[in-house]
């Protein structure tokens, strides 16, 4: 495998509706570079375990936006990584503003215990990021883009360069002129589309998918944070270049 590789780890919205886990991307960038994984739902850990993925190589964590069904399977990967994984080394975390606060949060809720007693055995590095569009962060050996997504104060979309292929992620958002922004500097673009037809939350729907895609460039898109119905829709009528996503599909582009 020498292109960048995508594992669908969870691709459902946060009602697990039709069994999908949360939302959960792990991103190989090529061979000899550490993977990542964007956004870390509840279910996430279960997904590793079943789909025998390795975290030993693991380098960093994108988070998308601060509510649970993207964030809530931090203490369970924490657990992992110290006690079955034994890492030592660093791990860089990203995120909106407030993600440290967020994390932390939710493992002194859960494992206060083993913070307090035992601490853990190597070192979180958070680096939060302020929502609004910024070109060019360094992520280690990758640069990444950022830009605001209509959704939640802390939600951001990522458009990552992974050696010359370009991945875009809009995290949760309804449609907007950022998503479309994200969408034409990437090759590949993975779109939340949380419901067939147009709702009143913060949310993508098909039909506007349908009706705007050729707003989006001519990136190949990926749905995710979607129930079945959406993926049936799609493959009873379907939109050229955009293919549905399900737990534990690989795409490599």
């Known amino acids: 495998m020498d292109r960048p590789q995508l594992q669908f780890l969870g691709t459902g919205t946060a009602f697990h509706t039709d069994g999908r886990g ?28 079943r789909m025998g993925v390795d975290l030993e190589r693991l380098g960093r964590l994108f988070i ?22 034994r890492r030592s080394r660093p791990l860089d975390v990203h995120g909106p503003e407030g993600v440290r606060g967020c994390l932390e949060g939710l493992m002194q809720l859960c494992y206060r215990d083993i913070i307090d007693s035992t601490g853990l055995g190597f070192e979180i590095r958070y680096h939060e990021l302020p929502v609004t569009a ?22 951001i979309g990522y458009r990552f360069d992974l050696g010359g292929r370009t991945l875009g992620v809009t995290g949760d ?25 147009k709702v009143e939350q913060a949310h ?21 944070h979607l129930p079945d ?19 534990g599909m690989v795409y490599a582009f």
């Open 22 to 49: 949360s939302q959960c991307i792990l991103v190989q960038p090529a061979p000899a570079a550490p993977p990542f994984l964007v956004d870390l739902g509840p279910t996430a850990m279960a997904a590793v375990m």
């Open 64 to 85: 998308t936006h601060l509510h649970g069904d993207h964030v809530a399977g931090w203490p369970f990967l924490l657990l992992h990584l110290n006690f079955v994984e």
């Open 134 to 155: 910024s070109f060019g962060l360094d992520g280690g050996a990758l640069r990444f883009d950022i830009l605001p997504m209509d959704h939640h104060p802390s939600s």
């Open 173 to 197: 958002t309804r449609w907007c002129a950022n998503l479309e922004a994200l969408a034409r500097g990437s090759e590949v673009f993975l779109i939340e589309c949380t419901s067939v037809n």
């Open 204 to 224: 993508v729907s098909l039909v506007e998918l349908r009706e705007r895609v050729d707003s989006l460039g001519d990136c190949r898109i990926v749905v995710v």
């Open 229 to 247: 119905e959406v993926a049936a829709e799609l493959a009873a009528d379907p939109i050229p270049r955009v293919i549905a996503s399900h737990d």
